[in-house]
């Protein structure tokens, strides 16, 4: 079946067909751009499940996704990763000690 084809399929077998091919997030938003109908099909699939860092780029992107309504609608899922604390210069040797002592003792809960 040619991609002319697939365009004429329904568009809820067309996002049925885009959920299982696709192997990564990132594949359905490159899909998005083949044209409109591939873009009004991945996009729910692309944002169903969104992931958020703990950084600052990832939430300004999020703050914009919200301000999107036609893509914060898809969203089902929110998954927060939090990323360590990055700093340029090192931290000083009390504040690295007070984090170790915390590891320890929430390790021994």
């Given at each position: 079946m040619s991609l002319a084809g697939?365009?004429?399929l329904p568009l809820e077998l067309l996002i049925?067909?885009?959920?299982?091919?696709?192997?990564?997030?990132?594949?359905v938003r490159q899909l998005r751009c083949v044209d409109k109908t591939?873009?009004?099909?991945?996009?729910?699939?692309?944002?169903?499940?969104?992931?958020?860092?703990?950084?600052?780029?990832s939430t300004r992107g999020f703050l914009n996704l919200l301000n999107s309504s036609n893509?914060?609608?898809h969203v089902r899922d929110i998954t927060l990763v939090e990323e360590p604390f990055l700093t340029e210069?090192?931290?000083?040797?009390?504040?690295?000690?007070?984090?170790?002592?915390?590891?320890s003792e929430s390790s021994i809960v």
């Open positions: 697939m365009v004429d049925e067909i885009t959920s299982f091919v696709a192997v990564s997030t990132q594949d591939f873009h009004r099909v991945a996009t729910p699939v692309a944002f169903k499940t969104t992931i958020i860092h703990t950084t600052d780029k893509i914060v609608n210069q090192p931290l000083p040797p009390e504040t690295e000690t007070m984090r170790m002592l915390n590891m």
